[in-house]
């Protein structure tokens, strides 16, 4: 039983790694191509912070 809980927890630690690996990896090549296209830029929703009842003044 413990050589199989061992091999289960190195193959895990293995996958960890690669994991992570591929990740940092992501995030180097967004860094490099920068934001993509509309990013951080969002349609103003129909509840902006004025409140869903910002147009109905003066009833």
Known sequence: ??????ARTERLKAALRE???RRKAQG????????????GES??????????DSDKTGL
């Open 1 to 6: 039983m413990s050589e199989t809980k061992d």
């Open 19 to 21: 994991n992570l690996r």
């Open 28 to 39: 180097r090549g967004r860094a490099e191509t920068g934001p993509s296209p509309g990013a």
């Open 43 to 52: 349609e103003p929703s129909e509840t902006d912070s004025r409140g869903p």
